[in-house]
């Protein structure tokens, strides 16, 4: 897999995503993506302390990642900002 082609594609797809979490105060950020496939996001704002981010990030983060980039078998959220 090509990390930098996947990360490109990757980020295209989160700028998509991204409105819709600035539209309630929060945000996403790339932070790693692993050679097997695992996406690590960071969300930032109220998507940080919000308690439906898991929701948030499986149906709408996960879901969006592994519709537009086939390579992402995963998306984790690690730390908080």
Excluded: F, H
Excluded at 7 to 28: F, H, M, T, W
Excluded at 39 to 61: D, K
């Amino acid at each position: 897999m090509n990390i930098e082609a996947v990360r490109k594609r990757v980020q295209k797809a989160l700028e998509v995503v991204r409105p819709y979490l600035q539209a309630d105060g929060g945000s996403v950020e790339l932070v790693n993506i692993t050679t097997d496939g695992i996406v690590e996001v960071r969300l930032t704002g109220t998507c940080g302390v919000c308690p439906l981010s898991p929701m948030t990030l499986r149906a709408g983060i996960e879901r969006a990642l592994i519709s537009e980039v086939p390579e992402v078998r995963r998306v984790e959220a690690v730390g908080v900002r």
